[in-house]
């Protein structure tokens, strides 16, 4: 029986304020997503900026502000609040970070197949865009 969640991994493997970047799915079109940790709290994006679709990170795992209290688009400097992925400053004011559905337990923070189905890039988006 096939498992319907992907575990990603487990809450203490986050810094605290801490990310980092996971592809989750199979095939040539994974979902790029990140995972933002405060405290108890985490939250899932999708790792594409909503000012231009580039991915967030140039380096691994570095989607944070040097003080961790806003996500950072290492691209233009677009900054969003941890905990609802709104932009607050940079190139694209009032547009938000996809958020990506969590399921949190013992065993560690899980993605539903369902979810990741419905967020990854199909083959040919960005082709003609
Ligand atoms: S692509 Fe993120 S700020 Fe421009």
Known sequence: ????????????????????????????????????????????????????????NWLPDRFLTRDGNLILCASHGACFELDTGLCVGGPCPGRSLRSVPLEMDAGGIFVARDTVAALAP????????
Do not use: K
């Open 1 to 56: 029986m096939v498992d319907r969640r992907i575990r990603l991994c487990a809450i203490e493997d986050l810094e605290d304020p801490g990310a980092r970047g996971f592809q989750a799915g199979t095939g040539d079109w994974p979902l790029e997503l990140f995972l933002v940790r405060r405290g108890a709290a985490v939250w899932g994006y999708v790792n594409r900026c909503p000012h231009a679709g580039h991915q967030l």
């Open 122 to 129: 199909l083959p040919s988006a960005g082709l003609n865009d």
